[in-house]
């Protein structure tokens, strides 16, 4: 059980911990757009426009060029890291570029999917 500092500590912006994102407020206003457009691939007419001009979806969400690239390129831990994409929306993103989940662990611990696949118990994911 925390003592009342600790929990102080861990409430306090300014203490955070090493290599960790907090998806606070700040983030969340960081990754706005490509969070929204992510989330609206739940609708098949969206993903069906998606697939047929990825760029002009993109841009119809005010995505910066930077971002539409990293999208492209399958950067999601850099998407995470720098663009504040929330992991939950890159999921989505993930799948459309046809890489589940485990893929996407995989490249946001700098890990191959073999050595990703080889800490898990996963022996038949894709």
Do not use: C
């Not at 059980?1 to 960790?20: E, N, S, V």
């Not at 998407?79 to 993103?93: D, H, R």
Request: no cysteine; charged share 30%.
């Amino acid at each position: 059980m925390l003592d009342g500092a600790a929990t102080q500590r861990q409430l306090d912006p300014g203490h955070r911990l090493p290599d960790g994102i907090v998806f606070d407020l700040d983030e969340s206003h960081k990754g706005y757009r490509i969070n929204k457009m992510a989330m609206s691939l739940t609708r098949e007419e969206n993903r069906r426009a998606y697939k047929a001009d990825q760029r002009a979806y993109m841009r119809r969400y005010g995505l910066s060029d930077a971002a539409q690239q990293l999208v492209l390129d399958h950067q999601w831990a850099r998407l995470n890291e720098e663009m504040g994409a929330n992991t939950y929306f890159l999921i989505k993103l993930a799948f459309m570029a046809g890489e589940g989940l485990y893929r996407m662990g995989a490249q946001m611990r700098g890990e191959s999917f073999e050595e990703f696949l080889a800490s898990r118990n996963a022996g038949s994911a894709r």
